[in-house]
C-alpha cells in the first residue's frame, strides 16, 4: 500500500497516526458490513524522518488601482484579511544599534581612485621585500656595531646580569602559572616587561634612562604616495618607549648618500599592494603620531611588539618582520609631517631614528630604522635604511616537565640553552641614546 518511506516531524508522525487509525476503522467497519479481510498498517519510528520542506516562493502581483483588504485597521489579526504592510520606522535620535550606514558613493569622503592601507592585521605575501619596497628602503643585517659595543662595557651592564635574567625566564614560564603548558601570548607578555624591568635599574647610573615612559595603545596613521597609488598605514601601535631626547642617526652623511645607488628588488608579477586593504572612503593627508603637541615625550624611541598577541591574526616570522617595519616607518614618518609638514618631499638633514623589538617569548627579532627622506614617489635617489637583526633564540627550551622519549630523557626539565648575547642585543637597544 506504501510503496516509500514518508519524512515526518514527531507532531507530524502523531497526526498521521491518527489519520490512519481513523481511515482504517473506517475501512474495517465496511469490511465487516461486507466480509472482507482488512490489514492494518502503522509508521514505525525509526523509520520516520523530518521531512524537508520546499515551499514555492509565489510571486506578488500588484494591481494598479487594487487595494488589499488588510486587518491594519483592526489592530488585530484576522485570517480571511490580508497582512498589512507597513513602512520602515525610522527613529527621532541616533542609535548605534541599528545605525546602517549610506552607500560608499554617498559619503563626503568618497574618492574614485583606491587608497591601500596597512593595519596591525595585514598579511604581507612578500614579506620583509615587500616592506622595504613600500618604505623606499635598504636592508642591512645584522645591528650597527656601534650600538652593539654599548652593552659589552661593564659600566653598561646589570650586577649578575646572566642570573637575573634567567630568574626572569623561570618567573615568566614556571613561576607565574600554574599550567603545564602556559599560553604563549601571556608568557611572552611578562617575559617583556621582566626584561624591561630589568633595564629600568640602571635609571641610577644613566641618568637619560629617566626621561623616558611607556605607552600602551595608542593610534598612529601615516599616509605617503608611491608611484600613482596611495598608501597609509592605520591601527593601534605597539608597546612604544617614548623619550623626550630624538635618538641619534647611526650612519653617517657619506654613507647615506651611498643609498642612493642601490636598486630597490622587486617581486614582479606580485603586485606590491597584494594582501594590503583597498578603501575609497579616505582622507588623503591622515599623519599623527597619536600625541598632542604638548606631550612631554614626544619622540618615538622603542616599538615593541608581541607576536601572536591578536589570536584572530597569526603572522608568520617574515610577515611579523614586515609588520614591525612598516610601523617603524608609518611612526618615523608621521614625526617628520609633525616636524617639516606634508607640502614638501625632502631628504632630511637629521634623519629620524626609531627601533623596534619583537618576540615570542623565546625567539627575539631586533629592527633599527632610519628615515633619509620623505620622497617616496621614485625608486631612484635616496634610500631609508633597515638594520634588521632576525630570530635570535634568547634560550633553547624551557620544560615544565621532562620531554621523555622511550624512556630516555630528551629535553630536561627546567630552562636549558640559555643566550646571554641575545639580552646584551635588548640592553644596547634599551641604552641607545643615553650612554
Known amino acids: 500500500m506504501f510503496s516509500e518511506t514518508v519524512c515526518m516531524t514527531p507532531v507530524a508522525l502523531a497526526f498521521s497516526k491518527w489519520v490512519l487509525c481513523r481511515h482504517f476503522s473506517r475501512l474495517s467497519a465496511c469490511g465487516e458490513r461486507s466480509g472482507l479481510q482488512v490489514r492494518h498498517f502503522s509508521v514505525s519510528h525509526r523509520i520516520a524522518r523530518k521531512a524537508s520542506s520546499q515551499r514555492e516562493v509565489k510571486e506578488k502581483v500588484h494591481v494598479p488601482g487594487l487595494d488589499m483588504v488588510t486587518y491594519g485597521e483592526k489592530m488585530h489579526y484576522v485570517p480571511w484579511l490580508a497582512k498589512p504592510v507597513y513602512s520602515q520606522w525610522e527613529m527621532d535620535y541616533k542609535d548605534p544599534k541599528y545605525f546602517k550606514s549610506p552607500p560608499k558613493e554617498e559619503m563626503p569622503l568618497f574618492k574614485e581612485k583606491p587608497c591601500y592601507v596597512f593595519n596591525q592585521r595585514t598579511n604581507a605575501l612578500e614579506g620583509v621585500r615587500q616592506a622595504l619596497w613600500l618604505t623606499k628602503s635598504k636592508v642591512i643585517s645584522g645591528l650597527p656595531p656601534e650600538l652593539l659595543s654599548t652593552a659589552v662595557s661593564p659600566a653598561n651592564q646589570l650586577p649578575n646580569q646572566d642570573s637575573r635574567v634567567q630568574n626572569a625566564i623561570k618567573h615568566a614560564r614556571f613561576w607565574d602559572t600554574t599550567e603545564a603548558r602556559p599560553d604563549g601570548v601571556k608568557y611572552s607578555n611578562t617575559l617583556l616587561f621582566n626584561l624591561l624591568h630589568l633595564c629600568a635599574t640602571l635609571q641610577s647610573s644613566h641618568p637619560l634612562t629617566r626621561r623616558r615612559m611607556l605607552v600602551e595603545k595608542c593610534s598612529l596613521a601615516a599616509s605617503w604616495k608611491r608611484g600613482d597609488n596611495l598608501f597609509q598605514i592605520r591601527g593601534q601601535n605597539a608597546l612604544v618607549y617614548n623619550s623626550m631626547d630624538p635618538l641619534p642617526r647611526v650612519s653617517g652623511l657619506q654613507e647615506v648618500l651611498a643609498t642612493a645607488d642601490h636598486t630597490l628588488e622587486t617581486f614582479y608579477p606580485v603586485s606590491p599592494t597584494v594582501d594590503l586593504q583597498k578603501v575609497h572612503v579616505y582622507k588623503e593627508e591622515v599623519n599623527c603620531t597619536g600625541f598632542g603637541d604638548k606631550y612631554f615625550y614626544p619622540h618615538a624611541h622603542t616599538l615593541y611588539f608581541l607576536e601572536g598577541d591578536d589570536v584572530r591574526c597569526k603572522l608568520k616570522p617574515e ?84 620531554l621523555i622519549v622511550k624512556k630516555q630523557v630528551k629535553v630536561p626539565a627546567g630552562l636549558a640553552g640559555y643566550k646571554p648575547e641575545t639580552f646584551s642585543k635588548f640592553l644596547a637597544l634599551y641604552l641607545h641614546g643615553a650612554v
Not at 609638514?341 to 627601533?355: A, C, E, S, Y
Not at 633597515?386 to 620544560?399: H, I, N
Open 319 to 402: 610577515q611579523f618582520r614586515a609588520k614591525m617595519i612598516m610601523f617603524l616607518f608609518g611612526s618615523a614618518l608621521a614625526h617628520a609631517c609633525k616636524l617639516f609638514g606634508t607640502k614638501t618631499q625632502r631628504v632630511l638633514d637629521n634623519p629620524i631614528t626609531i627601533q623596534a623589538v619583537g618576540t615570542n617569548g623565546r625567539i627575539f627579532q631586533y629592527i633599527v630604522f632610519q628615515l633619509n627622506t620623505t620622497d617616496l614617489t621614485r625608486d631612484d635617489g635616496i634610500k631609508n635604511q633597515v638594520w634588521l637583526e632576525e630570530d635570535a633564540e634568547l634560550y633553547d627550551f624551557a620544560k615544565v616537565r621532562p
